[in-house]
């Protein structure tokens, strides 16, 4: 195997959609702003990168996306009218965000799709490997994803994305992985990638989820990479090509993940992550389980 002697310290946050499925909502607010209970979506993910060692954060902003920045600056007015209040518990919810990673944004002027937005992060990575997350996924901090991806990337060298597997009947929705048995239980060689297979098409039913730990290689395949699927350029298409030949970026490894992962590019699935993580907070959780239990049983 290829060993890989770069240490991971970039994750590339792409967030320039226009969150369509949300409107109105989204019309004037950014999709990734919309609050998970009291934080914003993508506070979530920017937490979850740094926990993985990950504090250099690049995020791929477009239009009308402002308030992302805004969100992890000081706002040293709040700030100080909270100080003044004595009220030492919001004051430190606000510096959270702006304290979490050193933060950095460019503009994907022309949204072309994932890959696009991908390739919009390589003056900033360059020669380094580096983590992807898609803000859509948020993964629960008790099982960790990227930290187990990076690990890995650290022994094999080359490319890693994370897999979870699907009810087959949903695998169109998904880019999806041909996949071999490794040595580790929970790690496979990815053999060939499919991006929403039509029926009959899909491989398998692992499917790729929103976390990828790239080699920089993949910068000069996008390059070359026609648009694809929705007229878009594809990042599953790329890493087929790295996939197919481990001679142009080393290998690409899937991670299995089998823990809980939370939703919140659908409206129906947006709503069941924030009623999930409200019932398991401490502050918020019995008095909401009592309630929930009593609308669902005496008014439903």
Known sequence: MTQSHHV??????PAAGLGTRFLPATKATPKEMLPVVDKPAIQYVVEEAVAAGLDDVLMITGRNKRPLEDHFDRNYELESALQAKGDDDRLKKVQESSDLATMHYVRQGDPRGLGHAVLCAAPHVGDQPFAVLLGDDLIDPRDPLLSRMVETQGRTGGSVIALMEVDPAQIHLY???????TEDEDVVLVTDLVEKPGPGEAPSNYAIIGRYVLNPAVFAILRETEPGRGGEIQLTDALQKLAADETVGGPVHGVVFKGRRYDTGDRGDYLRAIVRLACEREDLGPEFRTW?????TEEM
Not at 175 to 181: E, R, T, W
């Open 175 to 181: 880019g999806c992985a041909a996949v071999k048995p």
């Open 292 to 296: 929930l239990r009593s609308y669902v």
């Open 8 to 13: 991971i310290t970039k994750a590339v946050i």
